[in-house]
């Protein structure tokens, strides 16, 4: 079908490395931002760390393809008004701000 429209298609090796963009750049977050800065004690260690990252990715921190919106924000992100708290996340390692109840 598609050939027959002109398209001219190209077989890629599944080494390729945009096969997947949106994976690869969500790997690539995640290993830098988490991964790369602590030393691993195993495999429940490892999935205690991709938790925590998937939760701050998804609740705490704004994303660009969706306007500065947070694909399941945090309630207490929803205050404007009352001083500045800081949360963190995995001993430190990412942090979450927001305005505690005035």
């Known amino acids: 079908m598609l050939r027959g429209a ?5 077989r890629l090796p599944g080494e390729s490395p945009n096969l997947n963009a949106v994976a690869e750049r969500w790997v690539r977050s995640v290993r830098e931002e988490c991964l790369d800065r602590v030393v691993l004690f195993g495999e429940a260690h490892l999935r205690r760390l991709v938790h925590g990252y998937v939760a701050h990715h998804n609740r705490e921190r704004p994303h660009q393809g969706l306007g500065g919106v947070m694909v399941d924000p945090d309630p ?3 205050n404007r008004s009352g001083p500045v708290r800081r949360v963190d996340r995995l001993g430190g390692l990412l942090r979450f701000y927001h305005r505690a109840a005035a």
């Open 6 to 10: 002109g398209v001219n298609v190209v």
């Open 76 to 78: 207490r992100a929803k």
